[in-house]
Each structure stands twice: as C-alpha cells, then as structure tokens.
C-alpha cells in the first residue's frame, strides 16, 4: 500500500517568503508527527496530532511555524517569513493508533522530506 | 520532560569488527525505545523497537539492542558490522510523544 508522502520534495524559498509543506500519512493512522533534519541536530521534533486531540506544539521553534491536519489525515506545515536558519530538511511520520491509547509506541512510518533552502 | 542523549557523534570501526552504539533516555515512566537508520541519501529505516518483555531485542540486519532501565541505556549492537552498516543511527525514545536523539554516524575501515 501507500507510504508517507510529502510534497514538494524540494523547496527553494527566498528570505521572507513564506512556505507550505505537505504530509498526506498512511490511511488510517491516527498519529502524525513533524520533524526537522538539520546537520548535525538530528530529529528535532516540532509537532503531533493525535486524532482529535488538540496538537503538541512544544517543539514548534518560533510563532512563524505553525501546522494543522485537516480532517484527521492530509497535514500542512506553515513557515512564514522564512529564514536562512530554516533551511533543512522536514520530515513527516505517521503512526497507527488504537482508540482511546496513546500513539507514542506505535511505530513511525516516516515520508521522504521535504528539503527546504531559503536563499 | 522526556530526552535522548546519543554521547558519540562520530564512531569508526573496522569492517569485521563490533559494533556498540550508545544511547541514554530520560523519562518518568516507561518508555517505549527504538532505533532507526539512516543511509546517506535515503530516509528513516526502523531497526528494532522494545516495548515491554525480553530487554533483548532483535532487529533486521543482524542488530540487537539490550534495555537497561538501571542504565536508562538502550545501546545498539552487532557483533561483526559490514562496509553497508555505513549510516547515521538514531536513538528514539517514546512515551507521550517520540523523541530523536541527535544521531551517530558509523564509518566503517576496510
């Protein structure tokens, strides 16, 4: 079946612009988690959806990001008035999770990324 | 507040030889533990996972991770790496959401 996809899997931004990246999960999974590739940081968590359950936000680094999943499926992460410093790679996972258990140890079934450069 | 430290960010070895990587968690409770693997220009791969049970884990590609709750540890193993074992290895650790430790990037000597 299908994986993660996200989209665009390259984004070349200039300073100031703002950007919209994509994350469309495996059907049926509940969970949807956002992160940022930099070299050197690893994984840096940003944002989880849990069904209907209001967003973990606390990785999110500045109010210029934010992201919200429409649906329960389809996630869109928002960067505005991009910076140099944002430059990275975003990568988007989704997790199948039973009703009414945290998704936390479910495994992550994780997109390509999306490479953003902001000249 | 749960947390991942992997305290090598580069390790070498020599193909053939043991492989230890290693990876220490914070968190109140319980937590759920992975690693993943990373080759140069591919996405994420999940090796092995623990949740509950056997503290030894076997995972694909002939690695094992023991969870030590005594050590808050969960490092990685294999006992003979090859020339594709060449990647950068995270450390995840689960519990009310999952969190990446920053990566450790294996070189492996012919």
């Known amino acids: 079946g299908a994986g993660v996809s996200q989209s665009p899997s390259n984004k070349v931004t200039e300073k100031g612009k703002d950007v919209e990246l994509r994350c469309d999960p495996i059907?049926?999974?509940?969970?949807l988690y956002w992160y940022r590739q930099s070299l050197g940081q690893g994984l840096e968590f940003l944002i989880y959806?849990?069904?209907?359950?209001?967003?973990?936000k606390s990785g999110l680094p500045s109010d210029r990001f934010s992201a919200e999943r429409t649906g329960g499926s389809v996630s869109t992460l928002t960067i505005q008035r991009t910076q140099q410093e944002d430059s990275a790679v975003y990568l988007c996972?989704?997790?199948?999770?039973?009703?009414?258990?945290?998704?936390?140890?479910?495994?992550?079934?994780f997109g390509p990324g999306t490479r953003l450069t902001v000249l | 507040a749960q947390s991942v430290t992997q305290p090598d960010i580069h390790i070498t070895v020599s193909e053939g030889a043991s492989l230890e990587l290693r990876c220490n968690y914070s968190?109140?409770?319980?937590?759920?533990l992975f690693w993943y693997v990373q080759s140069p220009g591919q996405g994420l791969q999940l090796l092995l996972k623990?949740?509950?049970?056997?503290?030894l884990v076997q995972g694909i590609k002939g690695f094992e991770a023991e969870f030590k709750r005594s050590q808050s540890s969960f490092n990685l193993r294999k006992p003979s790496v090859h020339w594709s074992d060449a990647a950068e290895y995270f450390c995840?650790?689960?519990?009310?959401?999952?969190?990446f430790g920053k990566g450790t990037r294996l070189h492996i000597l012919p």
């Open positions: 996972a989704s997790s199948l999770a039973p009703p009414g258990y945290s998704s936390s140890y479910n495994e992550q079934f």
């Open positions: 059907s049926g999974h509940t969970a």
């Open positions: 959806f849990q069904g209907n359950s209001a967003p973990d």
């Open positions: 968190y109140g409770a319980t937590p759920y």
């Open positions: 623990y949740f509950s049970g056997d503290t």
């Open positions: 995840a650790v689960g519990g009310d959401k999952i969190i």
